[in-house]
């Protein structure tokens, strides 16, 4: 069966710090895989997706980048935190056009 | 392009009763639609997901949501409530084609508070 993994679970960093979230999935190949950050009573925006291995694709502008090393692996990174980088993040994967699947959520505070 | 709207950020209800909570879409095509849940501190759960079909689609623990195309709905529907329902519920859509990738589009969701 599939599993993804997402770590850190809780992060507090310090504003101007670099930052390195990462997520594995286990279980599938060529995955698509998706950043979502979710912010209290705004729903959950989309960050980058890619389709493959070195493709990256950003849906908005921001502090942050994205980077897909091996296929199953998605780093979000960012070399400078702000404040308003605080969030709760969330990794997903899915097959094509069908559902997504979610990691369990890393929650960023920059202090 | 394809938004969602859930017009409940909370809805508070009693044990054992029922509940719906609202979900409507806006698209210029046919879209893929879904329910998601998440528990505090946790990531979201996929509730169930209406692709084609038949318009009424049963989920896990429960649930069940019905599309209706002209009303541009689906809403999700449990006709008794347990505490441990308590959550928060995403409404989510993908247009079903347009690349490979599935971009769901999500609402800003409804806390369901679940009473004794």
């Known amino acids: 069966s599939q599993t993804i993994h997402q770590w850190p679970a809780t992060l507090v960093q310090p504003v101007g710090s670099p930052l390195s979230l990462e997520c594995t999935v286990e279980g599938t190949s060529n995955p698509n895989l998706y950043w979502y950050r979710q912010a209290a009573g705004r729903g959950l925006q989309l960050l980058f997706y890619s389709v493959g291995i070195g493709q990256i694709s950003s849906e908005v502008p921001q502090n942050l980048s994205a980077s897909r090393p091996q296929d199953r692996q998605f780093i979000l990174s960012s070399k400078k935190l702000l404040l308003s980088d605080s969030g709760f993040y969330l990794c997903?994967?899915?097959?094509?056009?069908?559902?997504?699947?979610f990691g369990q959520g890393t929650r960023l505070t920059v202090v | 392009a394809q938004s969602v709207t859930q017009l409940d950020s909370q809805v508070p209800v009693f044990e054992e009763a029922p509940v719906e909570l609202r979900c409507n879409y806006s698209?210029?095509?046919?879209?893929?639609l879904f329910w998601y849940v998440q528990y505090p501190n946790q990531g979201l759960q996929l509730l169930l997901k209406y692709l084609s079909g038949s318009t009424l689609v049963k989920g896990i623990n429960g649930f069940e949501a019905e599309f209706n195309k002209s009303q541009t709905s689906f809403h999700l529907r449990k006709p008794s409530v347990h505490i441990s329902d308590t959550a928060e519920y995403f409404c989510?859509?993908?247009?079903?084609?347009?690349?490979?990738?599935?971009?769901?589009?999500f609402g800003t969701g409804t806390l369901l508070a679940v009473q004794p």
């Open positions: 997903a994967w899915s097959v094509r056009r069908a559902e997504a699947f």
């Open positions: 989510a859509v993908s247009p079903p084609y347009g690349g490979a990738t599935n971009k769901l589009i």
């Open positions: 698209s210029s095509v046919s879209v893929y």
